[in-house]
């Protein structure tokens, strides 16, 4: 009959067990990435413990698809550092290198001026308007590591969607007739 027919006479001969077992354990799969992500976050000390770099700001140093390991603690953030930073008003974070460090007088708190390693200018662009500088709180976590070429799966799924609801239903219809 054909893969088609295969696949519809198995999905017909489910029994209402199977179906629960089956969603039971697609949900304790779910259940289970969800609590590792959060126990990185605690781990690390960042709201994002991994990230995907989307452009080519950081090269030659990161490539787009390269996937960033991030660290945030107390220590203070000095020149140099390669950060991820959200501006208000972008969803998106921002990868890249820190090249001053300001201390206001007034209030000891520390303020940093990134740049892109591949960009000819700073930031100070990409900030919100009348912004000059990124406080701690902009900043998601410090680069510690990173594995190339890794992220470009997110970046497919995230540029044609279609691929990644195709993905999705291969993965579902995997799941419902599979005989465990």
């Known amino acids: 009959m054909g893969l088609i027919g295969d696949t519809v006479d198995s999905i017909k001969s489910i029994q209402v067990r199977q179906l629960l077992t089956q969603a039971v354990s697609l949900g304790m799969i779910v259940t289970s990435a969800?609590?590792?992500?959060?126990?990185?976050?605690?781990?690390?000390?960042?709201?994002?413990?991994?990230?995907?770099?989307?452009?080519?700001?950081m090269e030659p140093g990161f490539k787009r698809g390269d996937i960033l390991f991030l660290h945030m603690n107390k220590d203070p953030i000095r020149a140099g550092e390669i950060v991820v930073f959200n501006v208000d008003g972008r969803e998106i974070p921002i990868v890249h290198r820190v090249i001053k460090v300001h201390e206001r007088q007034d209030t000891g708190e520390v303020e940093v001026l990134t740049k892109g390693d591949n960009n000819y200018g700073d930031d100070r662009l990409l900030y919100a308007q009348g912004q000059l500088w990124l406080n701690r709180n902009h900043i998601m976590g410090r680069?510690?590591?990173?594995?190339?070429?890794?992220?470009?799966?997110?970046?497919?799924?995230?540029?044609?969607?279609?691929?990644k609801y195709i993905l999705i239903g291969a993965l579902g219809l995997l799941v419902i007739t599979s005989k465990d």
């Open 34 to 57: 969800l609590i590792i992500w959060k126990a990185l976050m605690c781990i690390t000390g960042s709201e994002s413990p991994v990230v995907v770099v989307l452009s080519g700001s």
């Open 143 to 163: 680069a510690v590591g990173f594995l190339p070429y890794v992220g470009w799966v997110t970046i497919v799924m995230t540029e044609k969607p279609i691929i």
